[in-house]
């Protein structure tokens, strides 16, 4: 089992920048992301990272604005968010694979946080 809390959401103005962390416990996971709910039925994915950092991807929204990032010895996952922009607004959160599985795909993910929310004023 992984457990994961996420932290660092909020309202920031367009343009600004935020940064929110994934803490988690328990067994580690491999690869770990995030994803994002905006208002609306559809999740998004956002980014994802392996374990040792080699790799990441972004969902094409984001590319060139969000970094991803991980901290093994703090078990500790971010996501920094600059130039932020009002259609970034949603509920974040952090997920962690068990099986394994596409990296960009929702289905593939065992374990997730509650979501932090992030809003974006225009």
């Known amino acids: 089992q992984v457990q994961l809390v996420e932290s660092g959401g909020g309202l920031v103005q367009a343009g600004g920048s935020l940064r929110l962390s994934c803490a988690a416990s328990?067994?580690?996971?491999?690869?770990m992301g995030w994803f994002r709910q905006p208002p609306g039925p559809e999740r998004e994915f956002v980014a994802a990272i392996t374990w040792s950092s080699d790799s990441a991807y972004y969902g094409y929204s984001v590319k060139g604005r969000f970094t991803i990032s991980r901290d093994n010895a703090k078990n500790t996952m971010y996501l920094h968010l600059n130039s932020l922009k009002p259609e970034d607004t949603g509920v974040y959160y952090c997920?962690?694979?068990?099986?394994?599985?596409?990296?960009?795909?929702?289905?593939?993910?065992?374990?997730w946080g509650q979501g932090t929310q992030v809003t974006v004023s225009s």
């Open positions: 328990g067994r580690t996971s491999y690869v």
């Open positions: 997920a962690a694979q068990g099986r394994g599985g596409s990296m960009r795909n929702g289905e593939s993910y065992d374990y």
